[in-house]
C-alpha cells in the first residue's frame, strides 16, 4: 500500500478575521458605511422624503467615508505615540472633521432645499451631532481594534519566545549527553588503537559514525517513535556490546500499541547507559537490561530495567545526592534510598528529570526503584500521543490530490 506524505494541517483551514489586517480594515470599513446608509435610506422612506433625498444621502454616505479614510491615516501615525499626544491630537483632528463633515451636510441640504425655513445655522447645528455620533463611534472602534490587535501580537510574541526558550533549553538537555557518551566511545576506541586491535576499532568507529548520524538528523526538541527510539538504542547498544560482548545482554518488549507512540528523542540512551556503567560493568558474569513499552490507559509506559545490584545505601550516595539536590524542576524526586543509590549516574537521571518536566510538566511519572526480583528499574508514564500515518486509504479524495501534487 502506497504511503502519502502526512501534512498534519487540515485541507481546509479557517482564517483568522484579522489575519489579513488590510482586508480586515476594507470589509469593516464597507459594512460599517453601508449600514450607515441603509438606516438613512430607511429613516428618509420612514419620514416621507422624496427619492430624490437619497442622492444627498449616498453623497453624505462617500464624504463620511472618504473623511474616515483621512482619519485613519492620522490615527495610524499617532496611535503608538504617547498618551497625551495621542488623545489630544485625536480630539482635535476629530473636531476638525465632524465640522467639515457637518458643513458639507448643511451645505447640500441647503441647495436640495433652498426654500427651508432653516437657517444654515441650525442646519450646521443638526449635522453635527448626527455626525459626531457617525464619526466618534468610528473613531473609538479603530483605536479600540488596533489596541486589541496590538495586545494579541505582544502576547504571540512572548508565546513564541517562550516556546524558544523552552526548545533552547530541551536541545541543551539532549546535547549536555553527547560528550559524556562520545568521551566514553572515542577512550574505548584509543585503547583499542594502543593494543593494535585495529578490525574492532575501525568495527566500533564505523558503528558510532552510523550512531550519530541516526541522532543528528532528527531535531533535538523533536519526538520520535517508540519503534524509531529503540532502533536508535540498538545502535547505541552495538556500540557497548563491542566493550562487553557476552556480559551484555538485551531485551526489547514493545508492544505493537505502543509502537507509535511520541516520546522525546533520545530519551532511554542514558538509562541504558546507567545500567550498563552500574549494572554490567559492575558485575563480572555482566546483566541483561530489559526495555519495555506499553499503554497503560492514556499514558505511554516505558521501563528500562537491570538485573545488577539495585539501589544501595551506601557507596557513591554523596556523588548522586548532590546532584539531585539542586533540582527545582516540579517532578517528585526519589525517596531517601533512591537517592542515595549507587546505581544513579546523577546527570543522566537528573537530565532526564529536566526533560520531562520541560515537555510534559506535571503530567508525566518518573520512578527509580529497585526490583522485586533483584535489580534496578526506571518507569516513565508520559501522555500518549500517536504519529499518525495516512494512507490511501484514510484519506479523502481531496487530500489525496494535494499530497499527490505535493510530491511532483
Same mark, same amino acid.
Request: hydrophobic share 45%; net charge negative; charged share 15%.
Given at each position: @500500500?502506497?504511503?502519502?506524505?502526512?501534512?498534519?494541517?487540515?485541507?481546509?483551514r479557517?482564517?483568522?478575521f484579522?489575519?489579513?489586517? +488590510?482586508? *480586515?480594515?476594507?470589509q469593516? %470599513?464597507?459594512?460599517?458605511?453601508?449600514?450607515?446608509?441603509?438606516?438613512?435610506?430607511v429613516?428618509?422612506?420612514a419620514n *416621507?422624503?422624496?427619492?430624490?433625498f437619497?442622492?444627498?444621502?449616498?453623497?453624505?454616505t462617500?464624504?463620511?467615508?472618504?473623511?474616515?479614510?483621512?482619519?485613519?491615516?492620522? $490615527?495610524?501615525?499617532?496611535?503608538?505615540?504617547?498618551?497625551?499626544?495621542t488623545?489630544g491630537v485625536?480630539?482635535? /483632528?476629530?473636531?476638525?472633521?465632524?465640522?467639515?463633515?457637518?458643513?458639507?451636510d448643511?451645505?447640500?441640504i =441647503?441647495?436640495y432645499?433652498?426654500s427651508?425655513?432653516?437657517?444654515?445655522?441650525?442646519?450646521? #447645528?443638526?449635522?453635527? $451631532?448626527l455626525d459626531l455620533? #457617525?464619526?466618534?463611534?468610528? =473613531?473609538? #472602534?479603530y483605536?479600540?481594534i488596533?489596541?486589541?490587535?496590538?495586545?494579541?501580537?505582544?502576547?504571540?510574541?512572548?508565546?513564541?519566545?517562550?516556546?524558544?526558550?523552552t526548545s533552547?533549553?530541551l !536541545?541543551?538537555?539532549?546535547?549536555?549527553?553527547?560528550?559524556?557518551?562520545?568521551f566514553?566511545?572515542l577512550?574505548?576506541?584509543?585503547?583499542?588503537?594502543?593494543l593494535?586491535?585495529?578490525?574492532? *576499532? +575501525?568495527?566500533m568507529?564505523?558503528?558510532l559514525?552510523?550512531?550519530?548520524r541516526?541522532?543528528?538528523v532528527?531535531? !533535538?526538541?523533536?519526538?520520535v517513535?517508540?519503534?524509531?527510539?529503540?532502533?536508535?538504542?540498538k545502535?547505541?547498544?552495538?556500540?557497548?556490546?563491542?566493550r562487553? %560482548?557476552?556480559?551484555?545482554?538485551?531485551?526489547?518488549?514493545?508492544?505493537?500499541?505502543?509502537? +507509535? *507512540?511520541? @516520546?522525546?528523542?533520545?530519551?532511554?540512551?542514558?538509562l541504558? %547507559?546507567?545500567?550498563?556503567?552500574y549494572?554490567?560493568?559492575a558485575l563480572?558474569?555482566?546483566a541483561?537490561?530489559? /526495555?519495555?513499552?506499553?499503554? /497503560?490507559?492514556p @499514558?505511554?509506559r516505558v521501563?528500562?530495567?537491570?538485573?545488577g545490584?539495585?539501589?544501595?545505601?551506601d557507596?557513591?550516595?554523596?556523588?548522586?545526592?548532590?546532584?539531585?539536590?539542586?533540582?527545582t524542576?516540579?517532578?517528585?524526586q526519589?525517596?531517601?534510598?533512591q537517592?542515595t =543509590?549507587?546505581?544513579?549516574?546523577?546527570?543522566g537521571?537528573?537530565?532526564?528529570?529536566?526533560?520531562?518536566?520541560q515537555?510534559y510538566?506535571? +503530567?508525566q511519572v518518573?520512578?527509580a526503584?529497585?526490583?522485586?526480583?533483584?535489580?534496578f528499574?526506571?518507569?516513565?508514564?508520559?501522555?500518549?500521543?500517536?504519529?499518525?500515518?495516512?494512507t490511501?486509504?484514510?484519506?479523502?479524495?481531496?487530500?489525496?490530490a494535494?499530497?499527490?501534487?505535493? =510530491?511532483?
Amino acid at each position: @500500500m502506497a504511503v502519502l506524505p502526512f501534512n498534519p494541517t487540515p485541507f481546509f483551514r479557517p482564517t483568522p478575521f484579522f489575519g489579513n489586517k +488590510n482586508r *480586515a480594515f476594507w470589509q469593516l %470599513e464597507l459594512l460599517g458605511w453601508g449600514g450607515s446608509m441603509l438606516l438613512r435610506v430607511v429613516s428618509s422612506l420612514a419620514n *416621507a422624503q422624496p427619492w430624490s433625498f437619497l442622492v444627498i444621502v449616498l453623497i453624505a454616505t462617500i464624504t463620511g467615508f472618504s473623511i474616515s479614510m483621512i482619519l485613519s491615516v492620522i $490615527y495610524r501615525a499617532l496611535i503608538n505615540r504617547r498618551p497625551f499626544v495621542t488623545w489630544g491630537v485625536t480630539t482635535l /483632528v476629530l473636531a476638525l472633521a465632524v465640522g467639515l463633515y457637518a458643513f458639507i451636510d448643511s451645505w447640500l441640504i =441647503s441647495l436640495y432645499r433652498p426654500s427651508t425655513e432653516q437657517g444654515f445655522a441650525q442646519l450646521f #447645528l443638526g449635522a453635527f $451631532y448626527l455626525d459626531l455620533t #457617525l464619526l466618534g463611534a468610528w =473613531s473609538a #472602534l479603530y483605536y479600540a481594534i488596533n489596541f486589541f490587535l496590538q495586545v494579541e501580537e505582544r502576547n504571540d510574541q512572548l508565546l513564541k519566545l517562550e516556546a524558544q526558550a523552552t526548545s533552547a533549553q530541551l !536541545a541543551m538537555l539532549r546535547y549536555q549527553l553527547n560528550p559524556h557518551f562520545l568521551f566514553n566511545t572515542l577512550n574505548s576506541i584509543s585503547t583499542l588503537v594502543l593494543l593494535k586491535q585495529t578490525e574492532p *576499532a +575501525n568495527a566500533m568507529l564505523s558503528r558510532l559514525s552510523s550512531f550519530l548520524r541516526h541522532t543528528l538528523v532528527n531535531d !533535538a526538541t523533536a519526538r520520535v517513535t517508540v519503534a524509531q527510539e529503540v532502533e536508535t538504542l540498538k545502535l547505541y547498544l552495538d556500540i557497548e556490546r563491542m566493550r562487553f %560482548e557476552e556480559r551484555l545482554r538485551t531485551e526489547f518488549i514493545i508492544e505493537d500499541a505502543a509502537r +507509535n *507512540a511520541l @516520546m522525546p528523542s533520545l530519551l532511554l540512551q542514558p538509562l541504558v %547507559e546507567n545500567a550498563i556503567k552500574y549494572a554490567v560493568s559492575a558485575l563480572e558474569e555482566g546483566a541483561e537490561i530489559t /526495555v519495555s513499552a506499553q499503554l /497503560v490507559g492514556p @499514558m505511554l509506559r516505558v521501563t528500562v530495567s537491570d538485573t545488577g545490584p539495585g539501589l544501595q545505601s551506601d557507596g557513591d550516595a554523596t556523588r548522586s545526592s548532590t546532584v539531585t539536590s539542586d533540582s527545582t524542576d516540579p517532578v517528585p524526586q526519589p525517596s531517601d534510598n533512591q537517592t542515595t =543509590s549507587a546505581n544513579s549516574t546523577g546527570l543522566g537521571l537528573a537530565n532526564i528529570r529536566d526533560r520531562l518536566a520541560q515537555a510534559y510538566g506535571d +503530567n508525566q511519572v518518573f520512578e527509580a526503584t529497585n526490583r522485586p526480583e533483584g535489580g534496578f528499574q526506571v518507569v516513565l508514564e508520559l501522555p500518549f500521543e500517536a504519529r499518525v500515518i495516512l494512507t490511501e486509504a484514510n484519506i479523502s479524495p481531496p487530500q489525496r490530490a494535494m499530497a499527490a501534487l505535493g =510530491s511532483r
